[in-house]
């Protein structure tokens, strides 16, 4: 897979991790599903944010509200590989994926990799919703405020989103 990486930070990042479950039990989902990638071997884990309760957005209506949280982690861990063990994360707490942004286990995004920029069929980084969406910013916010500042500045207008 080929990545157009145009910025490259140092050996380890700070990497901020958005996640989200609207299905079963949400709250466990997402602290259980935090506590893998914490174990993950590359992943030195900082912290959760807490968690926020959003109506669930563009999947049609009767969908289950969502719960969300970022957490914050530093890792010396490829983007795409971090990404494949997340995705195998996801799929270990029972996630299928169906129709996008619609109901869900787990859902665990990339939104910041250091001041990494990334472009590929995979992977795009920032995550180019992150900063229209308050169950995204709020908790980054509480967590990590400084990184979304400089990630704001930077990239807000900068990142297309019409083909995510
Ligand atoms: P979702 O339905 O939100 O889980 O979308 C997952 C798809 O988005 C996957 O196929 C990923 O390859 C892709 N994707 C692109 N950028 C990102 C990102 N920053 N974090 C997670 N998944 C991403």
Same mark, same amino acid.
């Given at each position: 897979? +080929?990545?157009?990486?145009?910025?490259?930070? +140092?050996?380890? $990042?700070? $990497?901020? *991790?958005?996640?989200?479950?609207? *299905?079963?039990? /949400?709250?466990?989902?997402?602290?259980?599903? #935090?506590?893998?990638? =914490?174990? *993950?071997?590359?992943?030195?884990?900082? =912290? &959760?944010?807490? !968690?926020?309760?959003?109506?669930?957005?563009? =999947?049609?209506?009767?969908?289950?509200?969502? &719960?969300?949280?970022?957490? %914050?982690? /530093?890792?010396?861990?490829?983007?795409?590989?971090? &990404? @494949?063990? %997340?995705?195998?994360?996801?799929?270990?707490?029972?996630?299928? /994926?169906?129709? /996008? #942004? =619609?109901?869900?286990? *787990? @859902?665990?995004?990339? !939104? &910041?990799?250091?001041?990494?920029?990334? @472009?590929?069929?995979?992977?795009?980084?920032?995550?180019?919703?992150?900063?229209?969406?308050?169950?995204? !910013?709020?908790?980054?916010?509480?967590?990590?405020?400084?990184?979304?500042?400089?990630?704001? +500045?930077?990239? +807000?207008?900068?990142?297309?989103?019409?083909?995510?």
């Amino acid at each position: 897979m +080929k990545s157009n990486i145009v910025s490259v930070g +140092k050996d380890s $990042v700070d $990497v901020l *991790l958005g996640f989200g479950s609207n *299905l079963g039990d /949400r709250r466990r989902f997402i602290e259980s599903g #935090w506590l893998s990638v =914490c174990g *993950l071997e590359g992943v030195e884990p900082i =912290c &959760l944010s807490s !968690l926020i309760e959003t109506v669930a957005v563009g =999947c049609g209506e009767n969908q289950p509200d969502f &719960l969300n949280a970022v957490g %914050l982690i /530093r890792t010396n861990l490829y983007p795409e590989i971090l &990404l @494949d063990k %997340l995705q195998a994360i996801e799929y270990s707490f029972g996630r299928v /994926r169906t129709i /996008r #942004w =619609c109901a869900r286990t *787990l @859902d665990i995004d990339i !939104l &910041l990799f250091g001041d990494f920029v990334i @472009d590929s069929p995979r992977l795009k980084i920032p995550h180019p919703l992150m900063f229209e969406r308050d169950f995204v !910013l709020i908790p980054a916010k509480e967590i990590a405020s400084e990184m979304i500042k400089t990630a704001e +500045k930077k990239f +807000k207008f900068a990142i297309r989103n019409s083909d995510f």
